[in-house]
């Protein structure tokens, strides 16, 4: 090897390489090619390069990125993608348009594609208010178990979620409300009625007074064992479910200053479809009902009405 790192074309002896001329503490540099293969490799991913940010949107600009040759973004990608989706639901979405509700049940397959559709509708639209696991909280109704103000068959159901409750500019909504009883009795008489609204349940004793201004005042809605009227809306008071509290305080304060729950009419805001599919979802939860019976009567005897 050479001693004089400045001698041009100075050649190292045992591999035979030109040194480049640069030296590091008596350590030479030698001008080594790449590897052939490497190399090519190297001009390989260049023209990818050149050819890609050509071809795709790549160069910033001031208000949007080059556009590419071929008219591709990932928004039109993402368009694509859900348009190919729609198009897979869109035939079990006709299939769940054509069937009457009332017979939705009688089609287990169809009821699970529309149960497994309202499951994603839930989870946008009502886990705001009922949970993630429907569950609800004070003042949310439950929507796991068998209690119902209005009922739990597939068509009750769904006119709940398409006309809403108390939802003011739908005429077909749900609308009950409790009188509000401040003022009308003394504590006592009002401590006597929570007492026998809470013995109704197997929670409290009952009493006379309170069993007679129960009598005078309750039992129009809420019938004479406490059953409650989906006619009215007006809760079971016998069960031991309890939307606002079961306490003798949270009763006291719901017969003295009721108060009243607004669900929103979700018709307008949902199509049809979504809010069927809704409708088979909460009644799959577990307190969904069978479509009640048509009564017997002169109609159904073939005769007509008056």
């Not at 989906?230 to 809760?235: E, L, M």
Request: with cysteine; net charge negative.
């Amino acid at each position: 090897m050479a001693n004089d790192p400045n001698t041009p074309n100075r050649i190292d002896e045992p591999t035979g390489t030109e040194f480049v001329g640069h030296e590091w503490d008596g350590i030479e540099e030698l001008n080594t090619p790449l590897p052939r293969w490497w190399l090519w490799t190297f001009y390989a991913t260049v023209a990818w390069a050149v050819a890609y940010s050509v071809a795709y949107p790549a160069w910033p600009m001031l208000s949007q990125a080059t556009e590419g040759m071929i008219g591709w973004t990932s928004r039109g990608q993402l368009a694509d993608e859900l348009a190919k989706a729609e198009e897979g639901r869109s035939a079990v979405r006709a299939q769940i348009a054509a069937i009457p509700t009332a017979e939705l049940a009688a089609n287990p397959e169809l009821l699970q594609q529309a149960a497994a559709g309202g499951a994603a509708a839930f989870k946008v639209n009502c886990v705001q208010c009922h949970g993630s696991g429907a569950a609800g909280s004070a003042g949310y109704p439950n929507l796991n178990d068998d209690d119902w103000l209005w009922g739990g068959d597939l068509e009750t159901i769904e006119l709940s979620i398409r006309h809403g409750i108390r939802w003011e500019g739908d005429e077909q909504t749900h609308l009950s409300l409790m009188p509000a009883f401040a003022g009308m009795f003394s504590d006592a008489q009002v401590n006597g009625l929570v007492g026998h609204v809470l013995s109704l349940s197997g929670q409290g004793q009952s009493n006379a007074a309170g069993a007679q201004l129960y009598a005078d005042n309750c039992l129009a809605c809420h019938g004479p064992a406490g059953g409650g009227d989906r006619a009215f809306g007006a809760p079971a008071l016998n069960d031991a479910i309890w939307l606002y509290g079961s306490t003798a305080s949270d009763i006291r304060s719901q017969v003295l200053n009721p108060r009243h729950g607004v669900m929103p009419a979700w018709q307008g805001r949902l199509d049809p479809v979504t809010i069927k599919m809704l409708a088979a979802y909460v009644h799959s939860l577990g307190g969904g009902e069978a479509t009640p019976e048509a009564a017997a009567g002169p109609a159904a005897e073939g005769n007509e009405q008056p």
